[in-house]
């Protein structure tokens, strides 16, 4: 129901664009968020997005040099990355709260992506 | 950079109970909003548990959530092969208006 692409491996200081597609359940009515999990180790989350776009949070590690961005038309929610170093290679998940479960966990999530940032 | 406190592992025997503490501070475990995540080797999270203490619909009543003060607990009872998996707890953080996931604990089935 949440299917991310874009991942792949960039050099430091690149950038690159990840998209998230969402089916199954009405994608406008939810707050998005990205969440990401470096190589061996815990979940990290990265920022969110109002249903309407109009509101967006970020976590101090990417405040500033990651854009999260969504459009409802399409059902995709979109994380841009900028400046990128190694710290930021992670396999990253786009996830989305339900009704379902009450609107403040992450219910559902995508198969996630893979970023490597390396020369 | 997770400011929920976990303990990195526990283990149990076949048909044994275990549980999972998670720490914070009144920011962000303040609320009655903390999940519990099951992580499977090489797979995306799962929801176990939503509210502190509701389980997700199909989750099996194995897995129990509570919650006092700042801290959280996840107890699995009858445990199985096939919990051996990575546990997350998380909540959201009100004064930051963020989310913060604890650092993690990987279950054992002896």
């Known amino acids: 129901q949440l299917v991310e692409s874009g991942g792949g491996l960039v050099q430091p200081g690149g950038s690159l664009r990840l998209s998230c597609a969402a089916s199954?359940?009405?994608?406008?009515?939810?707050?998005m968020s990205w969440v990401r999990q470096p190589p061996g180790k815990g979940l990290e989350w990265l920022a969110n997005?109002?249903?309407?776009?109009?509101?967006?949070y970020y976590m101090d590690s990417v405040k500033g040099r990651f854009t999260i961005s969504r459009d409802n038309a399409k059902n995709s929610v979109f994380l841009q990355m900028n400046s990128l170093t190694a710290e930021d290679t992670a396999i990253y998940y786009c996830?989305?709260?339900?009704?379902?479960?009450?609107?403040?966990?992450?219910?559902?999530w995508g198969q996630g992506t893979k970023v490597t940032v390396s020369s | 950079q997770s400011v929920l406190t976990q303990p990195p592992s526990v283990s149990a025997a076949p048909g044994q109970k275990v549980t999972i503490s998670c720490s914070g501070t009144?920011?962000?475990?303040?609320?009655?909003?903390v999940s519990w995540y099951q992580q499977l080797p090489g797979t995306a999270p799962k929801l176990l548990i939503h509210?502190?203490?509701k389980r997700l619909s199909g989750i099996p009543d194995r897995f129990s959530g509570s919650k006092s003060g700042t801290s959280a607990t996840l107890g699995i009872t009858g445990l199985q092969t096939g919990d051996e998996a990575d546990y997350y707890c998380?909540?959201?953080?009100?004064?930051?208006?963020?989310?913060?996931f604890g650092t993690g604990t990987k279950v054992t089935v002896l």
């Open positions: 996830a989305s709260p339900h009704s379902r479960s009450g609107y403040y966990a992450f219910d559902i």
């Open positions: 199954g359940f009405t994608f406008s009515s939810y707050w």
């Open positions: 997005i109002k249903v309407d776009g109009s509101v967006t």
């Open positions: 009144t920011s962000n475990m303040g609320n009655d909003y």
């Open positions: 509210d502190s203490d």
């Open positions: 998380g909540t959201w953080d009100s004064s930051r208006h963020i989310y913060v």
